[in-house]
């Protein structure tokens, strides 16, 4: 599959089709995962200061404020760990997660079954909205990039809208790594490689998604 995406100077995606073995209620997170899931595990790529307000201020270019609750999801696993809240979920998500909390890019991960073709990346209007979580939680996504299927934005740098989230009948995913060309230009292209060694280390078949211009 292909990816497009709007021209949106600084932004440095990298994506990934995951097809998986078996559906993840029947893939539980190995130990080897689940201990990448430490702040002071052994990682590939890392994140920095600089890095964390690259991506603050890549998110801005449109009008979104990433503060609060609204913050980068990756600095929300950081926050996660110190307080202890850092757990596993499951296989292809907490794959994601290790990705995200060591390089300091975020990550979705989305059931491909549940987008509506086509998908692409694109900027969502101002007062653009969807529901992030089972307890019917929204949030404003106008002026986020996002990527989009037919039905609207479904995932973000911020929060994963709930219609297109993993299930435990989910086989098929498409990982985005939202990444930044500053301050290292290779480091989105280095957790997107390692994340799709996660994946395939979970036994999953992964095909890089090439991201084209539209």
Same mark, same amino acid.
Request: aromatic residues 4%.
């Given at each position: 599959?292909?990816?497009?995406?709007?021209? /949106?100077?600084?932004?440095?995606?990298?994506?990934?089709?995951?097809?998986? @073995?078996?559906?993840?209620?029947?893939?539980?997170?190995?130990?080897?995962?689940?201990?990448?899931?430490?702040?002071?595990?052994?990682?590939?790529? +890392?994140?920095?200061?600089?890095?964390?307000?690259?991506?603050?201020?890549?998110?801005?270019?449109?009008? /979104?404020?990433?503060?609060? +609750?609204?913050?980068?999801?990756?600095? /929300?696993?950081?926050? *996660?760990?110190?307080?202890?809240?850092?757990?596993?979920?499951?296989?292809?998500?907490? *794959?994601?997660?290790?990705?995200?909390?060591?390089?300091?890019?975020?990550?979705?991960?989305?059931?491909?079954?549940?987008?509506?073709?086509?998908?692409?990346?694109?900027?969502?209007?101002?007062?653009?909205? /969807?529901?992030?979580?089972?307890?019917?939680?929204?949030?404003?996504?106008?002026?986020?990039?996002?990527?989009?299927?037919?039905?609207?934005?479904?995932?973000?740098?911020?929060?994963?809208?709930?219609?297109?989230?993993?299930? @435990?009948?989910?086989?098929?995913?498409?990982?985005?790594?939202?990444?930044?060309?500053?301050?290292?230009? +290779?480091?989105?292209?280095?957790?997107?490689?390692?994340?799709?060694?996660?994946?395939?280390?979970?036994? *999953?078949?992964?095909?890089?998604?090439?991201?084209? @211009?539209?």
């Amino acid at each position: 599959m292909n990816l497009t995406t709007v021209a /949106y100077p600084g932004l440095a995606l990298g994506a990934l089709a995951v097809e998986l @073995p078996e559906p993840l209620d029947r893939l539980p997170s190995p130990a080897w995962l689940t201990e990448l899931l430490r702040g002071d595990a052994e990682a590939p790529v +890392r994140g920095s200061e600089a890095l964390r307000t690259a991506v603050r201020d890549l998110l801005r270019r449109h009008g /979104y404020r990433p503060t609060g +609750r609204g913050k980068p999801s990756s600095e /929300y696993l950081v926050a *996660a760990l110190a307080e202890g809240r850092l757990g596993p979920i499951n296989a292809v998500v907490d *794959a994601g997660n290790v990705a995200s909390l060591h390089s300091g890019l975020p990550v979705s991960v989305v059931d491909l079954e549940r987008c509506l073709p086509p998908l692409c990346i694109d900027v969502p209007p101002e007062g653009c909205r /969807y529901v992030f979580n089972r307890s019917g939680q929204e949030i404003d996504v106008g002026g986020l990039v996002s990527l989009c299927d037919a039905g609207g934005p479904c995932a973000n740098a911020v929060k994963d809208a709930q219609r297109t989230k993993t299930s @435990p009948a989910t086989r098929s995913a498409l990982a985005v790594v939202w990444g930044c060309e500053a301050p290292e230009p +290779r480091h989105t292209e280095r957790t997107t490689a390692w994340l799709a060694e996660l994946c395939a280390r979970l036994g *999953a078949k992964v095909v890089p998604v090439e991201v084209r @211009p539209r």
